[in-house]
């Protein structure tokens, strides 16, 4: 090597970026699992993702307390002896909720899987929601809910997805401190009893896993009812609320408000979809975004602004999200309309092009680093019943789409009519 030469400096927009393929194996209750074997240390995550989110709910708020109280007690251990075992393993077993799924996750050393999975088991098997356990946990979130009511940010995070999708739909509805009081067992007993022992289950395992890894899987989850089945999803079609513009006080001694700017928007099968993943980064997607450049840097209004698409299966949202001080938030609000404004009005130069082009294809470099964060993509594409070439097809867009077709996408989806504009003080 000729340390008197700089090496060649390449574009990130020239990397050829292979996404690893999964192994994959069924148990003998046809459960799919999808593994990547791979990374330097001798550690993995196994994730049980169950259909159980608060889509499948018939009473607001069980799913989230059902998933929560997994860990909480069964027939054989207290909730102080499950968090005992995991943790004398140098484990970490968690869970989570959203709208479609429900998760069970485990990090471990590869070799205590053979003592972990058993318990994993017994929690999606035998929890028994103690009234206990129950209570704390109503107590615990009222009392969260109580202390995030007097924040902005939340409030406005609430109202939002309730203008956008209505407060019956899984996306948009929120909980009160009512929902949480009426929690029965019986109504958790028959959520975990349905959507989890006989519910349909797909799992994820990534890391160095051991050779047997297949065998550990199908002893502990290859024998139980859950499956491939097929679960009856519940129809809400979104109801969106008939006033455009919001200005809510929710603390009158607040200094800053809350804004919310957001439109709905097609799910990932739509073929705008990946363009508009690059229009978003442009506007708002990272921190040299023009958004940013305007309202942060130029006028100094906030710490950060961003636009986002949201993750969601079904139909999503695009939102602008930022809080800024109560006396600018009306021209924070008339910056974000200016940006939407230029982007339909004026083709974007090739330079910050090429600058987004890198940005983008440089985070999902990053993203392809190690086999967590490999599975974590396969499992994103899996749930939203997309395939392969959907990632090789964003990595085209990514690096073809003109300034040309990025300005149609602004002027069809970047109009200020299709917006709400939610500000909460």
């Not at 079609?237 to 008939?242: D, F, G, I, N």
């Not at 603390?251 to 709905?264: H, L, T, Y």
């Not at 100094?300 to 636009?307: A, F, K, L, P």
Request: hydrophobic share 35%.
């Amino acid at each position: 090597m000729n340390r008197t030469i700089a090496p060649v400096i390449k574009d990130a927009i020239e990397f050829e970026l292979p996404l690893k393929l999964y192994d994959k194996y069924i148990l003998d209750n046809g459960v799919e699992v999808y593994a990547i074997n791979g990374g330097a240390q001798d550690v993995l995550q196994v994730e049980l993702v169950f259909y159980a989110g608060n889509s499948y709910e018939e009473k607001n708020g069980v799913a989230a307390a059902t998933n929560y109280l997994l860990k909480n007690g069964t027939s054989t251990k207290t909730a102080f002896q499950i968090n005992e075992h995991f943790e004398f393993y140098g484990s970490y077993c968690n869970r989570a909720c959203y709208n479609e799924t429900a998760v069970v996750s485990l990090h471990t050393l590869s070799k205590h899987l053979p003592e972990l999975l058993p318990v994993m088991k017994e929690m999606i098997t035998d929890s028994i929601f103690s009234e206990e356990e129950l209570e704390t946990y109503k107590q615990n979130t009222k009392q969260k809910l109580t202390v995030n009511l007097q924040k902005c940010d939340f409030v406005a995070n609430r109202l939002i997805d309730a203008c956008l999708f209505g407060e019956t739909h899984p996306y948009g509805k929120y909980l009160v401190a009512g929902d949480y009081e009426a929690l029965t067992r019986e109504q958790l007993q028959a959520h975990f009893e349905k959507y989890y022992v006989h519910g349909r289950c797909i799992i994820f395992v990534g890391g160095k896993l051991p050779d047997n890894i297949e065998t550990l899987l199908n002893q502990s989850f290859g024998k139980l009812a859950i499956g491939p089945r097929e679960i009856t999803t519940f129809v809400y079609p979104p109801v969106v609320a008939s006033q455009r513009k919001l200005r809510i006080t929710n603390d009158p001694e607040g200094v800053q408000g809350a804004i919310r700017i957001a439109r709905s928007f097609p799910d990932r099968h739509h073929p705008d979809f990946m363009g508009v993943m690059v229009l978003n980064t442009v506007f708002g997607g990272f921190f040299g975004s023009r958004l940013m450049s305007n309202i942060r840097e130029e006028k100094g209004y906030t710490y950060g602004i961003h636009s986002y698409v949201q993750n969601h299966i079904g139909e999503t949202a695009w939102l602008v999200s930022t809080e800024a001080g109560k006396d600018v938030t009306e021209a924070t609000v008339e910056e974000v309309y200016k940006e939407m404004k230029i982007l339909r009005e004026e083709l974007i130069d090739e330079e910050e092009l090429l600058l987004v082009r890198n940005y983008m294809i440089g985070s999902i470099l990053g993203d392809l680093d190690g086999p967590f964060h490999i599975i974590g993509r396969w499992k994103n594409i899996i749930l939203n019943n997309l395939d392969e070439q959907y990632f090789y097809d964003s990595i085209k867009t990514i690096k073809t789409i003109s300034a040309e077709s990025l300005q149609e996408l602004s002027q069809k989806y970047l109009q200020p009519d299709d917006f709400y504009e939610l500000v909460v003080i």
